[in-house]
């Protein structure tokens, strides 16, 4: 299983708007809704961002939004503050009780 | 509030065996299906191993599929991974986690193996 292409980096100002991408196949993003993002700080453990293609975990802030289109889904974050800036992974269940992960995106608030 | 606890982590000469081990709290453990996911120095989240709840089915990535079995004991609320004939490229940090309708929800802080000569 192939992993989920994510752009390596992207960057915003505060205040703006980002959008991270998460592109798969018909075989994983395509096919199921069991898209999530996850957040990374370095030398820390991942935390849930988005489940479900578009919902938020208690707690996340509602800057943090989701979709998917055909076999990309996206990560936006709008309204950018410091503390945004971290990785991002996305991850999609791929079927046959696997599941895959994006490479990864480090987020830099300019 | 639901914790995952990662140990057995450590450093080991290749071909050789290691059990990781992940203690949980904050939730009925029994009710869930559980991952491994594992992340190299540098590098990406990559899954490793999915188990059911009641332990009666298992999956694994390709790369580790026969070097690695994952199991639990819902009695201990601990989920384990025994990795034998390991390889330079095993070295990462492990994480154990949660899943909820085939998503992970929550994340142990995970354990860093090291395979070297």
């Known amino acids: 299983q192939s992993a989920l292409t994510q752009p390596r980096s992207v960057s915003g100002s505060p205040g703006q708007s980002v959008t991270i991408s998460c592109t798969g196949t018909s075989s994983d993003i395509g096919t199921y809704n069991s898209v999530s993002w996850y957040q990374q700080y370095p030398g820390k453990a991942p935390k849930s961002m988005i489940s479900d293609v578009t919902k938020r975990p208690s707690g996340v802030p509602d800057r943090f939004s989701g979709s998917k289109s055909g076999n990309t889904a996206s990560l936006t974050i709008s309204g950018l503050q410091a503390e945004d800036e971290a990785d991002y992974y996305c991850c999609s269940y791929a079927g046959s009780y696997t599941w895959v992960f994006g490479g990864g995106t480090k987020l830099t608030v300019l | 509030e639901v914790q995952l606890v990662e140990s057995g982590g450590g450093s080991v000469q290749p071909g050789g065996s290691l059990r990781l081990s992940c203690t949980v709290s904050?939730?009925?453990?029994?009710?869930?299906?559980m991952h491994w996911v594992r992340q190299a120095p540098g590098k990406g989240l990559v899954w490793v191993s999915l188990?059911?709840?009641?332990?009666?089915?298992?999956n694994y990535a390709d790369s580790v599929k026969g070097r690695f079995t994952i199991s639990r004991d819902n009695s201990k609320n601990t989920l384990y991974l025994h990795m034998n004939s390991l390889r330079a490229e095993d070295t990462a940090v492990y994480y154990c986690a949660r899943d909820s309708h085939y998503q992970i929800d929550s994340w142990g802080q995970g354990t860093l193996v090291t395979v070297s000569s």
């Open positions: 904050g939730f009925t453990f029994s009710y869930y299906w």
């Open positions: 188990i059911y709840s009641d332990g009666s089915g298992t």
